[in-house]
């Protein structure tokens, strides 16, 4: 599916909720977060990426699909020496789907860029270490 202003709009419609030994961090696309800047500084982690492969395309799949599918994102990431943490993507819509993804920190944004276009998804989240999270769409990988 190819960027547009409505799905743009459900991106930043949606809380991204990152599970890390220290707490639970919201964060909302182009909105800083104090916490996870402070978090990325302890842990001198330079950038970060939510990542799921729950719905690729935006196409509806099954629990069982999306369930399999994240579990083998999570099985590529840690053979590529990623340290992921749980997360999941909120929509503020109560009648759309919530999705397990990934927090991974401390990769590069083609490296996520390029692992989310995999798992044939339209975007992900990324920053650095100002823990501003920002929209990074997979057409626009070079």
């Known amino acids: ?12 419609a949606t809380t ?3 599970f890390l030994p220290e707490g639970q961090f919201e ?3 182009d909105q800083p977060s104090p916490q996870l800047a ?3 500084a302890a842990a001198r982690v330079p950038a970060f990426a939510v990542i799921t492969a729950f719905n690729p395309g935006g196409r509806r799949l099954s629990d069982d699909d999306n369930l399999g599918r994240q579990s083998a994102l999570e099985c590529d990431l840690l053979e590529g020496n990623y340290e992921p943490y749980s997360a999941e993507n909120r929509p503020d819509d109560p ?3 919530v ?3 990934c927090f991974v920190p401390d990769i590069t944004r083609e490296d996520a860029l390029a692992l989310a276009d995999d798992y044939e998804q339209n975007a992900i989240l990324w920053g650095g270490a100002d823990g501003i999270p920002r929209l990074a769409w997979t057409e626009d990988l070079e």
Request: glycine share 0%.
């Open 1 to 12: 599916m190819a960027k547009t202003p409505e799905l743009e709009a459900a991106y930043r």
């Open 16 to 18: 991204y909720r990152v």
């Open 27 to 29: 964060l909302r696309i």
């Open 38 to 40: 402070d978090w990325l």
């Open 95 to 97: 009648a759309a789907p």
């Open 99 to 101: 999705e397990e993804s």
